[in-house]
């Protein structure tokens, strides 16, 4: 099993300044403007070599979902990326217009460092995303995703691979499956839409 104590040394307010950063910054890319500077005093645990996921929702419903893995750079770095991203660059839908983003949820979900795991009974439900990785592609689900789409181990490992673009039974061999816990922070707003993926 994962090591179920695994949990993200961030707070509260941390969380909460990870959100002021993502939605300056999505503002930002969407009017067309260059990265905003990080500022001089940002909180130690930023400096830490850390994956980011930003999320948007709009009205409930899935605006956009971008970012790092196994990046290598830091959680300040990786937040400002991820955040210009989601604005921008998600293929799945056209980039974010200024209009919108006073109407944005935003989601900042900070991963764990990954442990490659054997199967689904090294998965919690809830506490653990995963990565499924073939030489076809790679697919990454949040933690999140599994409890609001009510998926079990299985469905959920099915679900990845077929996020990379392989078969739902991809998992059972020739993949690397790796589980990392994360620390997930909302901006208050209508809860996602749990048909979004």
Known sequence: MIDAALSSPLTDEEGDLLLRLARREVHSAAAGHPPCPPGPSLPAAFAARRDVYVTLTLEGRLRGCIGTWKAGRTLAENLARAARGVAREDPRFPPVETREVGRLAIEVTVLDPPKVIAGPGDLSMGRHGV???????????????????????????????????????????????????????????????????
Not at 147 to 160: Q, S
Not at 163 to 170: C, D, R, T, V, W
């Open 131 to 197: 990565s499924v990785s073939h030489r076809s592609g790679c697919g990454l689900l949040l933690p999140q995703v599994a409890i609001e789409h009510g998926l079990g181990p299985e469905e959920f490992l099915g679900l990845a691979c077929r996020k990379a673009g392989l078969h739902a039974e991809a998992w059972r061999r020739d993949t690397i499956l790796e589980a990392f816990s994360a620390r997930v922070f909302r901006e208050p707003g209508v809860p996602r839409d749990p048909r979004d993926a």
